[in-house]
């Protein structure tokens, strides 16, 4: 089908360019987190709550991606301070790596150690654009079910780590962490997965320790 | 942007084809509903909740279109007795008019009068691709939020209807059902909002009432 050569070539001509993105944070001494998920996983509550716990040690931004709409970046600047930017993407239902260094350079890059991007939430898409970022970090949210990962394969394959959020309601939607784990890890073996409840705050502790261990990996 | 191009592309060509469809199914008698949503956002389980509502008056077919597995056709089969095939879409993140006449095709339309399609649980393409349907019934799971119709506009404005799912867990989510409704209004303020829990079997009734005087319309 004569579409899919036609994306096949924007992906790859996508992909090429993400080392570009890389030589950038490298050089400026950056750590850059893509995160992604289905709409209304809990991107930017995460954020809210990972912040905190590293933005002591580090200095942060955010780069909040959306088709339109500003709610979020004007929440995640609220609740953290941090220096936030909101992209609109006009349509898009993902981020390439220009618009990815685009938002970088709008953020800018000075003075920073860690980037957080909150990507387009869309559970196909996204995946298949890299965005030039050091870690991709992969929520799935307990409402959406266990078995995601089977229908969903690339997202799951590109995931850094996988953040299986809103436990406190797992009962309610007989949600089986065992499942989830076993999905996730037959398409990624390699991928941790974290169990998180932003309500009740747990869990978000050992996605800020995973995530300072790869940081000092990077920039010290 | 020269993807953003050849993409219009597509979306033009996929769109013009949408009329071959709409001429199949009024050739044949048959009333073909579009179903979109977010991932896990309920669309397998309103299905099975809708089907026994209307396969008395209407003999039902049933397309579950997924990027990879097959849980939900033999689902739908198991719970509702209709016919039903598994379209993959070999990483395709829409269905395109083509690929939506390939499985009408595919699942035999003689002597079928009502054909739902489930398309890829994505809030973002489907809604730019016409699959030749003559409704599209938007879901929206409360755990996603009331603010998705700001996030996601075309989803919203493409529906001919929406469908708030799994309301039974409203409280917990913070969940404003008159936000919801104000939201969906500004991108479509056409589009009925029905409010459904298929746990505690409401609303699925309204919907099943909707779809049958929309039916009657078309078919009789």
Request: glycine share 8%; with cysteine.
């Amino acid at each position: 089908m004569k579409t899919v050569t036609i994306k096949e070539d924007i992906v790859s001509r996508n992909n090429e360019r993400a080392k570009d993105v890389r030589d950038l944070t490298r050089e400026k001494g950056i750590f850059y987190v893509n995160v992604m998920s289905s709409p209304g996983a809990g991107k930017t509550t995460l954020l809210t709550r990972l912040i905190p716990l590293l933005r002591e040690r580090y200095s942060v931004g955010v780069i909040e991606a959306d088709i339109d709409s500003d709610t979020d970046a004007l929440r995640v600047e609220r609740e953290t301070g941090v220096k936030t930017i909101q992209m609109h993407t006009g349509g898009a239902c993902h981020i390439t790596c220009q618009m990815s260094e685009e938002a970088l350079l709008a953020l800018g890059v000075e003075g920073l150690d860690l980037i957080f991007l909150e990507n387009i939430g869309n559970l196909v898409c996204p995946a298949e654009f890299d965005t030039g970022a050091d870690l991709n970090l992969v929520l799935l949210s307990v409402p959406e079910g266990d078995d995601k990962p089977l229908k969903y394969p690339l997202m799951f394959e590109v995931a850094s780590a996988v953040a299986v959020t809103k436990t406190d309601v797992s009962p309610i939607f007989d949600f089986d962490r065992e499942k989830a784990r076993a999905n996730v890890a037959r398409r990624n073996p390699e991928a941790p997965v974290f169990f998180v409840s932003a309500k009740q705050n747990e869990g978000v502790g050992e996605i800020a320790a995973f995530l300072e261990e790869r940081i000092r990996g990077k920039i010290g």
